[in-house]
């Protein structure tokens, strides 16, 4: 099993930035690290993730040319860092891993067997 610590969120202008982290420990392998959001009153939804190499990113369209997931295995760590953030943007973001083998599904919850606990980014307007 994986554990996940997200950090780095907080409250920020609409057209600002942040980084939020994940670090990782425990089993700390995994194929694919991903990260979701969730909205108050709506479902978690995909943002972006990315491969053990860094070679194959994905992203959800919402975010693509915003948002950036960049991962430090030496430290166990993913970051996605977020520009030109919008009022709906605003929501908790989850750090979940994926221990298994195989690409299929990367952007469905159902993929990732271990999550963290969310990381609150707060956008005004």
């Known amino acids: 099993q994986v554990q996940l610590v997200e950090s780095g969120g907080g409250l920020v202008q609409a057209g600002g930035s942040l980084r939020l982290s994940c670090a990782a420990s425990?089993?700390?392998?995994?194929?694919?690290r991903g990260w979701f959001r969730q909205a108050p009153g709506k479902e978690r939804d995909f943002v972006a993730a990315i491969r053990w190499s860094g070679s194959s990113t994905v992203y959800a369209d919402s975010v693509k040319g915003r948002f950036t997931i960049s991962r430090d295995n030496a430290k166990n760590t993913v970051y996605l860092q977020m520009n030109s953030l919008k009022p709906e943007d605003t929501a908790v973001y989850y750090c979940?891993?994926?221990?298994?083998?195989?690409?299929?599904?990367?952007?469905?919850?159902?993929?990732?067997?271990?999550w963290g606990q969310g990381t609150q980014v707060t956008v005004s307007s």
């Open positions: 425990g089993r700390t392998f995994s194929m694919w």
């Open positions: 979940a891993a994926h221990t298994g083998i195989g690409d299929y599904g990367v952007g469905e919850r159902t993929f990732y067997d271990s």
